[in-house]
């Protein structure tokens, strides 16, 4: 994904998406001011950001005349501009290695993932195992991973490319054991990880047999 740095060197497209993020909302003759350019070529971009969803619109209605149009960055388009969050989460997170055990270590990264399932206490516990499978695709996607699943020969593969923690686990290796703990706590069943990006594979892949799926199934 593409990013917004700074002021300097911006095309009118990137001065756009500046202006909305120092502006929160902006209408097309406040970017046409900003950018220097028409209104015609704001909409024009503003068009080409909404079909990329990186803008959302809203309509304003005035107690006289016709509504008018703001613009804003939409969840997408913030992520655009370039974030410290794992800087500081790393600093965070040696400084928690430095001071506690790493069975204590461990405790804590579990614990994450067990309250991202206490969040959806009730969601899934009921569900069929075919069910829970789609569940746990859907919910590791909203998670931020590409994800694919297969099966065959009586074998499932889940298959995640990449990880939206990188970042945070080329230094941290222990989130990726969180990934593991949602599948087995989902599924019910024991999950075998074959490889990881972190080791320098293109995937992180983990398989489980039919066997084990019928015996775990309600």
């Not at 120092?22 to 080409?48: C, F, G, W, Y």
Request: proline content about 4%; charged content about 25%.
């Amino acid at each position: 994904m593409r990013t917004v740095t700074s002021k300097s060197k911006q095309n009118t497209k990137e001065t756009i998406l500046y202006a909305l993020k120092s502006a929160v909302q902006a209408k097309v003759e406040d970017l046409a001011d900003i950018a220097n350019v028409s209104p015609v070529t704001v909409r024009h971009h503003l068009n080409t950001l909404q079909a990329e969803g990186l803008i959302e619109v809203n309509s304003i209605r005035r107690k006289v005349g016709r509504p008018y149009y703001v613009y804003s960055l939409s969840e997408t388009g913030h992520e655009l501009f370039p974030h410290k969050y794992v800087r500081l989460t790393n600093r965070l997170l040696d400084e928690v290695k430095s001071s506690l055990p790493p069975e204590t270590v461990v405790q804590l990264f579990d614990g994450i993932a067990q309250k991202m399932l206490a969040e959806r206490k009730g969601e899934f516990e009921h569900l069929s195992f075919n069910k829970r499978l789609n569940y746990l695709v859907s919910m590791l996607s909203e998670e931020g991973f590409l994800v694919r699943m297969e099966q065959e020969n009586g074998h499932f593969t889940i298959t995640e490319y990449g990880c939206p923690y990188q970042s945070v686990s080329e230094e941290h290796a222990e989130i990726c054991d969180m990934d593991q703990t949602l599948m087995v706590t989902i599924l019910q069943t024991p999950v075998e990880q074959h490889s990881c990006i972190l080791n320098g594979d293109e995937c992180c892949q983990f398989t489980f047999s039919a066997s084990a799926v019928e015996t775990a199934a309600p």
